[in-house]
């Protein structure tokens, strides 16, 4: 059962300023909410059919409400519903600004499959940072998480002035630009720290932060499609660099 | 203006038996317009607004068209309708079945996002023949060709029984199915033409294609997440081979 005033609270968690407001997301989808609840993430509420419940043990220390397809369907984000949905607490971040190892950068991406798609590539290749300009989309938006397939946690995304951001980084950390002309990533070696950076989905890296950039690199390209999406480029790239 | 029976036409196509039947496919938003009418698909209908046809000028052989967005909203196959449709011929497919160069094999890929931005990826990388169980998506779904943007008529899709066609392929040919517990791919070189098979999203390549490969190739893993995204996988292969 799932009360009017839970269904509410829970849908009103699909906006960004609801989110903000009760410092609070959602997790929906097996592998997500498994995932998200062997995190040290706190636990607020946790929805599934009777059937998950039957099938998943899980050890919270909130109650399970038991809730039917229809009730789901009500409070999902997704068009098609999962069979649990959780609600979780966002944490007091203490951002850690740092640039060990490799790190990658985001200028005002927009699209919510990209971003969780990016933080699950990080994930993979043990990316420690994100960092995003505060105009890109928002890491506990249903669709980020759901794209992030369990990695959320795992993965360390900061949202800054990307401009004051680079001007605190210092000489042991290469900066690279990825753009549409820059030098053969095959050319390039890292020795040292780095960090990439990746722009808007049809705009690119803005000015401002370009002209901060010397460093440009690009992905060789041997056909005739005009661009590749940012997750596919920052796959690549990142497997390229991390050994 | 459009008529009603025009709209039940179109409509009709977001539907895979109509677009059989009809032996046409919708296409939508200016880049991926003005790629297909720039290619040898022909047009049947088009569809924009005032605005788009003032700022596009584009010389068809079919009468233009001129719908208000509502109108739009109505044949779109996307959530947020594009200025532009065009409804095109699908071609008389002479299925070319060559291995020549790098090649990719795709069983029982279901998303259609996902088969788009692989259209994208191999137009990038120009690799030539996509060859994809008869189970997988349909090429023409209007989300598929959504994800291309603008690759779709660059890249030669082909559909068939992919148990028979791996049996046919030659010697000259080496053939690599990628999996979670294979070779390092950065222990790999190949001189020889190549195919490369990638599995369906959740459960891979199937038991009776992945009998029939002998080398098992691996995407390096530094991190936690569990897999990656198929496309993603596809592009740091494809990055890595094309040479």
Redesign the interface.
């Known amino acids: 059962m799932i009360s009017k005033n839970q269904i509410k609270f829970v849908k009103s968690l699909h906006q960004k300023k609801n989110r903000l407001e009760h410092r609070c997301f959602i997790v929906e989808s097996t592998?997500n909410v498994l995932e998200i609840l062997s995190s040290d993430y706190e636990i607020v509420q946790l929805f599934a059919t009777k059937k998950w419940i039957e099938f998943n043990s899980v050890d919270v220390k909130v109650s399970v409400n038991e809730v039917v397809e229809k009730e789901m369907s009500r409070i999902s984000a997704l068009k098609t519903s999962s069979e649990v949905l959780v609600v979780m607490r966002m944490k007091e971040r203490i951002e850690k600004m740092s640039f060990e190892g490799v790190n990658i950068m985001l200028d005002d991406v927009r699209d919510p499959?990209n971003l969780g798609?990016l933080i699950?590539?990080?994930?993979?290749?043990?990316?420690k940072n994100i960092y995003l300009s505060t105009n890109s989309v928002d890491m506990y938006n249903p669709k980020v998480v759901q794209s992030t397939?369990?990695?959320l946690q795992?993965v360390n995304v900061v949202y800054a002035d990307l401009v004051n951001l680079l001007d605190s980084v210092g000489e042991e950390v290469d900066v690279f630009a990825t753009v549409m002309n820059g030098e053969n990533i095959k050319n390039i070696k890292v020795n040292n720290n780095s960090l990439f950076v990746f722009g808007n989905e049809s705009k690119g890296i803005s000015e401002d932060i370009l002209s901060k950039i010397e460093n440009r690199i690009t992905?060789?390209?041997?056909?005739?499609?005009?661009?590749?999406?940012v997750?596919?480029s920052a796959?690549?790239i990142l497997?390229?660099f991390?050994n």
Chains 1, 2 share one sequence.
């Open positions: 592998k499959g798609t699950r590539i990080c994930d993979w290749f043990a990316v397939m369990g990695s795992r992905i060789n390209k041997f056909g005739n499609a005009e661009s590749l999406n997750s596919v796959a690549i497997n390229h991390c």
